[in-house]
């Protein structure tokens, strides 16, 4: 069995917006929630035995009815080791649990997007945005990238 530990996250882009014509345009009603899309990639590097995870979680068909449009990046670094304590080796048996790896990996960054989307959208005029909960299927990971 393998496990991942998270050795450092950052963000190369965090882009809130507030929408100026939302006071003005905006439906009577609850605050709309915000359509999103989220792409993800990731690398191994061997020499370090970890994995390189990056998350962009994005609004998309915004109009005047959401009240923030945003763009967040994550990238974090996982070392990856074994349970058993044998010395870790990306061969035929990390491959077979490769995708559950990165699944995990994008789970704790996807959290890590969320609370800094509400530590942001708290200070603005229009109250918090609260991502909601994804379930992400191992075939939903993308391939390796090189």
């Given at each position: 069995m393998?496990?991942?530990?998270l050795k450092t996250f950052f963000y190369p882009e965090i882009?809130?917006?507030a929408n100026q014509d939302h006071m003005l345009k905006a439906k009577e009603g609850p605050v709309k929630e915000p359509e999103t899309e989220v792409s993800m990639r990731y690398y191994l590097n061997e020499e370090r035995k970890s994995i390189v995870v990056s998350v962009e979680v994005y609004t998309v068909d915004t109009d005047d009815d959401d009240p923030y449009e945003f763009r967040i990046e994550v990238v974090g670094m996982f070392l990856v080791s074994r349970f058993?304590?044998?010395?870790?080796?990306?061969?035929?048996e990390f491959e077979l649990r490769e995708k559950s790896l990165v699944r995990n990996a994008v789970t704790i960054l996807i959290g890590s997007v969320r609370d800094t989307l509400h530590t942001v959208t708290c200070k603005g005029p229009f109250g918090p945005v609260m991502l909601p909960t994804l379930y992400l299927a191992e075939s939903d990971m993308p391939e390796r990238s090189e």
């Open positions: 393998f496990q991942l530990d882009n809130v917006k058993d304590e044998e010395e870790m080796q990306f061969g035929e």
